[in-house]
């Protein structure tokens, strides 16, 4: 139904195998009835922020968690290309879901997945999610970004965030664009996290500056006035 069904049939095929999916004994018939290309299918043709991208990316993180899972996805075409969009364009859980994915399959083998990763242009969205994600993503981005640089990964004691992840761009910037040009690639990331940083503060200022406003202000004067400030 996944591979051949109606628009409607697809989708309720993916909410079965979903459901079916959590109860860990049943991933492995999933995995063995060749599940993973169909959804990574799936997941390339529907919109990255859909009930539907969240079900498939959290089946296909599933499924990676085997051997047969990360071998499957590796040999898709465009099946690393599908997650790093997400990473983009998804809603929070899915957007944590491709992370994972895309760690699981670069822990289990760096050499072999790293590059592929690297060259899909997955390295904004993951930024971004430092910035932005959930605390997992958060965790799992800083993570998966640790194992993209060109040097092996070092140990991080007594390293701040901020330092790591500046160093961690530096690096994968110079890799792919050259020691010169990657300079001024990873200035320009870094900019843009600042930037993202600052809009997610203001937002949160926002927020809790609304909460502890007096109850007798409307919602559009409360507005108005954080705005003003």
Request: charge should be neutral; hydrophobic fraction near 35%.
């Amino acid at each position: 139904m996944v591979k051949s069904g109606s628009l409607q049939g697809k989708v309720d095929a993916v909410m079965a195998l979903y459901n079916l999916s959590t109860y860990p004994d049943n991933l492995t018939p999933i995995l063995a009835a060749g599940a993973v290309g169909p959804l990574l299918a799936l997941l390339k043709g529907c919109k990255k922020s859909s009930k539907v991208a969240e079900k498939t990316t959290s089946l296909l993180k599933s499924l990676v968690a085997f051997e047969e899972g990360k071998s499957a996805l590796g040999k898709e075409e465009g099946g690393i290309l599908a997650l790093v969009e997400v990473l983009e364009d998804g809603s929070l859980r899915s957007r944590e879901n491709a992370v994972g994915t895309l760690l699981l399959l670069c822990e289990s083998n760096r050499c072999r997945y790293r590059q592929a990763i690297l060259q899909e242009g997955a390295i904004p969205g993951l930024l971004e999610l430092t910035v932005q994600g959930s605390p997992r993503a958060q965790q799992e981005a800083h993570s998966l970004l640790r194992l993209l640089r060109d040097s092996s990964p070092r140990s991080s004691r007594g390293t701040s965030p901020s330092a790591m992840l500046e160093s961690i761009v530096y690096d994968i910037a110079s890799h792919m664009d050259g020691e010169e040009q990657g300079t001024e690639t990873a200035r320009k990331i870094l900019t843009e996290m600042v930037q993202l940083s600052m809009e997610q503060n203001m937002r949160n200022l926002q927020k809790r500056a609304i909460l502890y406003l007096p109850s007798d202000l409307s919602h559009s004067s409360c507005l108005t006035e954080v705005s003003s400030k």
